[in-house]
């Protein structure tokens, strides 16, 4: 048999432990919840950041080239039309502007060699005509990309041919043992028709190092660029790169960006998040480790569960004392009541000062045993 002390006591800890589990699956859930999001919508605010930071880097270029085909010079260069036809005069100048032209995009080159790597100049037989070494007289010195024919690339053919600023992928300039990303600029005479095109070799550790500077995403955190299948651009081979979350690829294709929790190219959970640039052939991801993404919300959630217990265990003792309090005078009132069972009249039950349930029933029984005590007295005199 069951006593109601159990009983009560179970019912007791019921009426707390549901509703304080429910509370605290509930705020799991939801404290997970925001915070992930909250990291993804830091992860994009980085993210986007950076991207102008890369836009600012193709800018610049766009307006250097511009700068440089606008000189007197370069316009000069460019007029020259069928040059086997020129008199010995003529050819003797366009020489010296050549050397001029060449000079120039060498000073640019140089002065800003890191951030790009060999600028040259096509002309409109899709031969690079005009392409300086890098440390000019250095034994050793990377080649030039002098006379080489691009009409097989259709990111400088599509500047030749409409007159218009392309930014190539980066896989469309590989050289021997690396590769670039590549910004062709149309260069144009007075009556706006292209006569030749700038290249510039965009450098891929020059970018890698625009999006690493400054980057406050923690120990694990990290960003960079994959092309628009999803290879990891790297500056040396991309052969054989290990492709990406296929999902997240595609969404950001689709939709611009995805964000998530899943596991990244080398199987660690993180939070990250791939941004598709609208304009320019590549994908920015940005992911941290999950593991410390969460390490503060762990902490909040460790907190609450002990807070929890704490809660429990509390509730436990409160039960207990809740169902002694009930419980005891019953047992009490029980003792007394099985004495005038056994035919014991004389009992005065306790408890009639009491204002509750358990006083009522005290005084009832007190006026039971009065009744009882007249009806034997009344038997006894009859």
Do not use: C
């Amino acid at each position: 048999m069951i006593s109601i002390k159990l009983k009560l006591t179970v019912a007791l800890l019921l009426m707390s432990l549901v509703p304080l589990s429910t509370m605290g699956m509930i705020n799991y859930f939801k404290t997970t919840g925001v915070f992930t999001k909250s990291i993804q919508r830091f992860l994009l605010d980085i993210a986007r950041s950076k991207e102008s930071i890369l836009e600012s880097y193709i800018n610049t270029t766009k307006s250097s080239a511009k700068a440089i085909s606008d000189t007197d010079v370069f316009q000069k260069y460019i007029s020259y039309r069928n040059i086997d036809l020129l008199s010995s005069a003529d050819l003797k100048e366009y020489k010296k502007i050549k050397s001029q032209v060449e000079n120039l995009l060498y000073s640019f080159q140089e002065t800003h060699w890191g951030q790009y790597h060999h600028v040259f100049l096509i002309n409109k037989d899709h031969k690079i005509s005009i392409s300086p070494n890098h440390g000019k007289g250095m034994k050793g010195s990377p080649s030039s990309h002098l006379m080489e024919e691009t009409s097989h690339n259709k990111w400088a053919s599509k500047a030749l041919e409409q007159g218009v600023t392309t930014v190539s992928d980066f896989s469309s300039w590989v050289e021997s043992d690396h590769n670039h990303q590549m910004l062709f600029f149309p260069v144009k005479d007075g009556s706006g028709e292209t006569q030749a095109v700038i290249g510039f070799e965009l450098q891929i550790p020059y970018e890698q190092e625009l999006l690493s500077k400054d980057l406050k995403l923690g120990e694990t955190g990290r960003i960079f660029l994959t092309t628009v299948d999803g290879v990891p651009i790297v500056y040396k081979g991309s052969e054989g790169e290990v492709l990406l979350d296929v999902d997240g690829v595609n969404e950001a294709g689709s939709d611009g960006f995805s964000t998530a929790k899943r596991k990244n190219a080398e199987g660690v959970e993180v939070i990250d998040l791939y941004l598709k640039h609208q304009k320019y052939p590549w994908i920015l991801v940005a992911e941290i480790e999950a593991r410390e993404a969460f390490r503060d919300l762990k902490a909040i959630q460790t907190s609450m569960t002990i807070l929890s217990i704490v809660t429990f265990l509390l509730a436990i003792v409160f039960a207990i004392l809740l169902s002694n309090l009930i419980v005891k005078p019953i047992n009490h009132l029980t003792s007394q009541i099985e004495e005038v069972s056994m035919g014991n009249l004389d009992v005065k039950i306790d408890g009639m000062e009491r204002k509750d349930e358990i006083g009522k029933l005290v005084r009832s029984f007190n006026r039971t045993i009065t009744s009882l005590k007249m009806m034997m007295k009344n038997y006894k005199n009859r």
